[in-house]
């Protein structure tokens, strides 16, 4: 068993969890029992760790979580080569003249 990552949403952690489940890692979520100790008191900033079962999948689920979970893919947001109006990372295309995306734009 190894500790990978930890958190103090359930759901963020369990999600990691998924993802990890997807790449054929098998883990499990700690301190579930305790935050529900400590809600009944009205504290819920508990932290929820995830470990992982088998050792050897360590650097593969460290990896995983820093990339999907940690950081997913944020596109950054661009500036159109025509208009120069800032666009968000997700438009393919100028909200405001239609032009795409060009590789000189950042
Ligand atoms: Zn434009």
Redesign the pocket.
Known sequence: MKHVYTHDNTMIVNSAKNILALNGIESVVKNDAISHIHARHGINNTFCELWILNDQDFDKAVSIIETEVKYPEVKEPWT?A??K?ENEGSFDL?W??Q?EKSQEST
């Open positions: 159109c025509k208009c109006e100028c405001n003249c032009t």
